[in-house]
C-alpha cells in the first residue's frame, strides 16, 4: 500500500517552544517535501530533499530545518515556533523525476500560541 | 520562472451541471501538468496528468483536462458534477529539469444538491 504518514495529525505548541514534525513512506521514493497550506496561498514548497543528508531550501525555508537520515523519513523541525507558522503542513513524496506523481501525506494542523 | 494561476478562488455550481476549472501556467521549458483534488482534511490526490501527445487527458472519476500549448492553459472539465465532487482542486506545473513542482492557489468548488 503506497502511502506518505504524518505525524501528528494535530498539534499545539506555544511560541519559543521546538516543533517536531514527523513523515514517512514506504514506497523507496528518492525525493520528499514539506510544503505549508495557508488559505489563498496554495502550497508554498519549505524544503525538498533528494535523498539521505541531499536537501535544499524551497521557497520559504526561513525559521524551518529538516532532517533526512533514512530514506523513508524525513523531519522538519521548528525551533522557537512562531504564531505565523501556525498551518496546515503537508509532506509529501516522489520517484524523483518532475513528471511524476507526487503523493500527500494527510498534513499536520500546527496551531501557535 | 514557473508559475500557476488559477484564476476563479471558487466556483458554484449545482449537481448534474458541466464544469470547467480554468489554470493558466508560464513556462519556457517543456511543462509537466497536473491536476490534484484535495478533500476536507485530506491530503492532495491525483486527478490526471499530461506530459505529452494527445492534448485531452483522461482522469478518474470522469475528470478530463486539455492542454493548449498556444494559451498556455491545461483547464479541468468534466460533464456532469456529483455533490461528492466538492473539493479544492489544484493545477500544479513540473518542470522538465527539476523536481520542483509549482502549485496554484487552488479553485474551491461547491457542488449544490
Known amino acids: 500500500d503506497m502511502k506518505v504518514t504524518q505525524m501528528p495529525r494535530y498539534l499545539i505548541k506555544r511560541m519559543g517552544e521546538n516543533v517536531l514534525l514527523e513523515c514517512g513512506q514506504d514506497?523507496?521514493?528518492?525525493?520528499m517535501y514539506w510544503y505549508r497550506q495557508d488559505p489563498g496561498l496554495g502550497l508554498q514548497l519549505i524544503y525538498i530533499s533528494y535523498d539521505v543528508d541531499s536537501n535544499s531550501e524551497g521557497d520559504i525555508p526561513k525559521g524551518y530545518r529538516v532532517s533526512r537520515k533514512k530514506r523513508e523519513h524525513f523531519s522538519l523541525i521548528l525551533d522557537s515556533a512562531k504564531t505565523n507558522q501556525t498551518s496546515v503542513y503537508f509532506c509529501?513524496?516522489?520517484?524523483?523525476?518532475?513528471?511524476?506523481?507526487?503523493?500527500f501525506g494527510k498534513g499536520t494542523r500546527l496551531t501557535v500560541v | 520562472a514557473q508559475s500557476v494561476t488559477q484564476p476563479d478562488a471558487r466556483v458554484t455550481v449545482s449537481e448534474g451541471a458541466s464544469l470547467q476549472l480554468r489554470c493558466k501556467y508560464s513556462y519556457s521549458g517543456t511543462p509537466y501538468l497536473f491536476w490534484y483534488v484535495q478533500y476536507p482534511r485530506q491530503g492532495l490526490q491525483l486527478l490526471l496528468k499530461?506530459?505529452?501527445?494527445?492534448?485531452v487527458v483522461q482522469g478518474v472519476n470522469g475528470f478530463e483536462a486539455e492542454f493548449s500549448k498556444s494559451n498556455s492553459s491545461f483547464h479541468l472539465r468534466k460533464a456532469s458534477v456529483h455533490w461528492s465532487d466538492s473539493a479544492v482542486y489544484f493545477c500544479v506545473l513540473g518542470s522538465s529539469n527539476t523536481n520542483k513542482v509549482v502549485f496554484g492557489t487552488g479553485t474551491r468548488l461547491q457542488v449544490l444538491p
Open positions: 509529501a513524496s516522489s520517484p524523483g523525476t518532475a513528471n511524476t506523481e507526487v503523493f
Open positions: 499530461y506530459y505529452s501527445g494527445d492534448p
Open positions: 514506497m523507496s521514493h528518492e525525493t
